[in-house]
């Protein structure tokens, strides 16, 4: 039996009216992604914001316009990553908006951290890029470390166990479990726990139910992500207005390779676009066929 989770009611109209606005932004940051630190940290946040605004209009994400946000996110998470991990050539190039970009290659940056580099693994997921998800898993979890300053630790234990899942590694299940024993509140150290425990916790758990092939626990734990990313961004009238509150990006991420691995999803909501969770768009993707590490549609 399907589990219908509600997502909680957005004014489409006032946020509608932000779009045109948040979008010349964005297209700002892209002019100088190829050079500067400072575009491609706001393209990084503004990219993801205007998927997440997008998908309050159409919270199953089946227009075009809002799969092409969500692509674009993708691309922009992807790309600055890559910018990092090729010490050996002066530039990269990438494909961001139907245009070939040329990026100069960096050292460590403030905005590339284990948690953007988790939201970069989650984007490709959804958007089935593979080839992507081959170049994220490849980044030393060292690199991430001397990115992002001190985090707290679950992070850099969630980042190796998603690389060890994508890789295929025979250390999955010991990082799985140690990604579990940090991720709780009394480790929270820069999150605080009610973060720790609704929003970062949950993806963790979903996986280790994926893993085991446990059908029935997989859908009530997505369906336990779900209700809890609600009740985090619905806690005070502050958290209410916050964009990211839109979309459950890390229990859609896992709920997609749960999908692509052949474990049927019994779950609805508003925070799960339906076109995003079934790959509606195949075919209208510049995502490529990567190696034969993890699996996807």
Same mark, same amino acid.
């Given at each position: 039996?399907?589990?219908?989770?509600?997502?909680?009611?957005?004014?489409?109209?006032?946020?509608?009216?932000?779009? %045109?606005?948040?979008?010349?932004?964005?297209?700002?940051?892209?002019?100088?992604?190829?050079?500067?630190?400072?575009?491609?940290?706001?393209?990084?946040?503004?990219? +993801?914001?205007?998927?997440?605004?997008?998908?309050?209009?159409? %919270?199953?994400?089946?227009?075009?316009?809002?799969?092409?946000?969500? =692509?674009?996110?993708?691309?922009?998470?992807?790309?600055?990553?890559?910018?990092?991990?090729?010490?050996?050539?002066?530039?990269?190039?990438?494909?961001?908006?139907?245009?070939?970009?040329?990026?100069? #290659?960096?050292?460590?940056?403030?905005?590339?951290?284990?948690?953007?580099? *988790?939201?970069?693994?989650? +984007?490709?997921?959804?958007? =089935?890029?593979?080839?992507? +998800?081959?170049?994220? #898993?490849? *980044?030393?979890?060292? @690199?991430?470390?001397?990115?992002?300053?001190?985090?707290?630790?679950?992070?850099?234990?969630?980042?190796?166990?998603?690389?060890?899942?994508?890789?295929?590694?025979?250390?999955?299940?010991?990082?799985?479990?140690?990604?579990?024993?940090?991720?709780?509140?009394?480790?929270?150290?820069? +999150?605080?726990?009610?973060?720790?425990?609704?929003?970062?916790?949950?993806?963790?758990?979903?996986?280790? =139910?994926? @893993?085991?092939?446990?059908?029935?626990?997989?859908?009530?734990?997505?369906?336990?992500?779900?209700?809890?990313?609600?009740?985090?961004?619905?806690?005070?009238?502050?958290?209410?207005?916050?964009?990211?509150?839109?979309?459950? *990006?890390?229990?859609?991420?896992?709920?997609?390779?749960?999908?692509?691995?052949?474990?049927?999803?019994?779950?609805?909501?508003?925070?799960?676009?339906?076109?995003?969770?079934?790959?509606?768009?195949?075919?209208?993707?510049?995502?490529?066929?990567?190696?034969?590490?993890?699996?996807?549609?």
């Amino acid at each position: 039996m399907t589990v219908i989770v509600p997502r909680q009611d957005y004014r489409k109209d006032k946020v509608a009216a932000v779009v %045109p606005v948040m979008e010349e932004s964005l297209s700002q940051a892209l002019e100088g992604i190829e050079t500067s630190h400072s575009s491609r940290s706001d393209a990084v946040m503004e990219s +993801l914001n205007v998927a997440l605004v997008r998908t309050v209009a159409d %919270p199953g994400s089946f227009m075009l316009e809002t799969w092409e946000s969500w =692509r674009l996110a993708m691309q922009v998470h992807s790309a600055v990553f890559a910018a990092t991990n090729a010490p050996d050539r002066e530039t990269i190039t990438c494909r961001i908006r139907h245009e070939e970009r040329h990026l100069a #290659t960096t050292g460590p940056q403030p905005y590339l951290s284990a948690h953007t580099w *988790i939201d970069a693994f989650y +984007l490709a997921v959804i958007c =089935r890029d593979t080839a992507g +998800l081959d170049m994220l #898993t490849r *980044i030393p979890v060292s @690199l991430l470390r001397a990115f992002g300053g001190r985090l707290d630790e679950y992070a850099y234990a969630w980042v190796e166990t998603l690389q060890s899942f994508w890789l295929r590694r025979d250390d999955l299940r010991a990082h799985l479990v140690r990604a579990v024993n940090l991720c709780v509140p009394d480790q929270a150290r820069t +999150l605080d726990g009610d973060e720790m425990a609704k929003l970062c916790r949950p993806p963790i758990m979903m996986l280790h =139910r994926f @893993l085991r092939r446990d059908i029935t626990g997989f859908n009530e734990s997505l369906a336990d992500a779900l209700r809890q990313h609600k009740d985090y961004w619905t806690a005070d009238e502050d958290r209410k207005v916050v964009i990211h509150g839109v979309v459950a *990006i890390g229990p859609l991420a896992i709920a997609c390779l749960a999908k692509a691995n052949g474990l049927p999803v019994e779950v609805e909501s508003g925070h799960l676009p339906e076109a995003l969770l079934h790959f509606a768009w195949r075919g209208e993707t510049d995502a490529q066929p990567g190696s034969d590490a993890g699996v996807l549609e």
